[in-house]
């Protein structure tokens, strides 16, 4: 009886401490290359397609001709995993930079180049990106607050397994490290800073008010009010609020402004009414162009064209036009001689956390907890392990 005791205790210490452990994320750090260099000392290089395992002795550059290795997956259109890379000192270089954790190499899906992915725990994946997403030298708590972000953010995506969702096939990632997703950082990234950011926030998410992870979005200024996933992208998402944020004005990217022609306007029109974010039919000619006064904090411009009324929401001018002419979603229209005049503020899609707002929240003395629950006042903080 003890002894069975004693193994349902282990049983269940081992469980609880595994429920605990910190994941290991899978980021792909480089994507369609034609050959990759990955240096390190003692590497253990293990090719998976033949079994060939070797272990260098002292520093090694090892080099993979992708060219050459892909023929091995040119009829099956799914990424093929060709070798792995690791080192005892728990460091890797390529590109110039160094990554803790370990490589792997996979072939691309349509197998003309490699990819190479790297394996790394979620904090020190954290602790980098902070320095990619926001700023080192930014107050502690705005850090931290990212980080919760940034965590949330990745633990969707390796729980969903989105990407191999997308890829239809295992794709040997959980996300890639571009602005498509988040910016990852290399060792060096890290600071004391950061690093404390990661650690006293480790394993904190936000979840939805049901308690379920969902993606957690930022950007880098909202210009006074953020926005909703459903008012910039159309895809709903639980628990998401539009809030005032009176804290970004003065800080960050000034005010901007930009001018559309009207031959411009026209072939918006055009475009809008064939992806159908307009109901009403637009003939393809452009007479006459009036504008309902606009206001800065109002999510839809009202157009008659030819006299007849069209809503169009603001972010669909932005993603019609692009970055460049609409750094944010956060402007207001008028009309000017043969076009319209955009100002705005902010920068980025205006979803969720506002990086500007929260430096200003920060230097004030906000907790990182008052921050996030200003952003998210329905998400719930809760830590994973
Ligand atoms: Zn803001």
Not at 3 to 24: D, G, K, N, Y
Request: glycine share 6%; with cysteine.
């Amino acid at each position: 009886m003890k002894v069975l005791i004693t193994i349902l205790f282990s049983v269940l210490i081992s469980q609880s401490s595994r429920a605990s452990e910190m994941p290991i994320v899978s980021v792909r750090i480089g994507k369609s290359l034609r050959n990759i260099l990955v240096t390190g000392l003692d590497l253990k290089r293990n090719l998976l397609f033949n079994k060939d395992v070797r272990t260098y002795n002292g520093k090694k550059t090892v080099k993979f001709n992708c060219e050459t290795l892909t023929t091995l997956n040119k009829f099956r259109n799914t990424p093929i995993l060709l070798a792995t890379l690791e080192s005892p000192t728990g460091l890797l270089s390529y590109a110039n930079n160094k990554y803790l954790g370990m490589f792997k190499v996979i072939t691309s899906p349509k197998g003309d180049s490699c990819d190479i992915i790297n394996e790394i725990p979620m904090e020190s994946y954290i602790s980098s990106l902070l320095t990619k997403e926001m700023n080192s030298k930014w107050p502690i708590e705005a850090l931290k607050a990212q980080a919760v972000a940034a965590r949330t953010y990745a633990l969707h995506k390796m729980r969903t397994q989105q990407v191999s969702k997308e890829l239809g096939s295992d794709a040997y990632y959980d996300l890639e490290s571009s602005e498509k997703h988040q910016v990852g950082g290399n060792f060096f990234d890290a600071t004391e800073s950061t690093n404390a950011a990661s650690n006293l926030t480790s394993g904190e998410v936000l979840t939805t008010a049901s308690g379920e992870i969902h993606p957690i979005f930022f950007h880098a200024k909202c210009g006074g009010r953020t926005l909703r996933p459903d008012q910039v992208w159309h895809n709903k998402e639980e628990s998401y609020q539009s809030v005032n944020c009176p804290f970004c004005h003065d800080v960050g990217p000034k005010p901007w402004n930009s001018f559309i022609t009207r031959e411009r306007l026209k072939s918006f029109f055009v475009w809008a009414s064939q992806q159908h974010y307009i109901k009403e039919k637009f003939s393809g000619e452009l007479n006459s162009i009036v504008l309902v006064p606009d206001e800065i904090d109002k999510f839809t411009v009202n157009f008659y064209i030819n006299d007849r009324p069209y809503i169009i929401e603001k972010a669909v001018l932005r993603k019609f036009f692009g970055r460049f002419i609409f750094p944010s979603n956060t402007f207001s229209i008028n009309k000017v001689g043969d076009g319209v005049a955009v100002s705005g503020e902010g920068l980025g899609h205006g979803v969720g956390l506002c990086q500007m707002g929260a430096f200003t929240m920060a230097m004030k003395g906000w907790s990182y907890k008052k921050i996030l629950s200003h952003y998210f006042p329905s998400h719930v903080l809760k830590k994973m392990y």
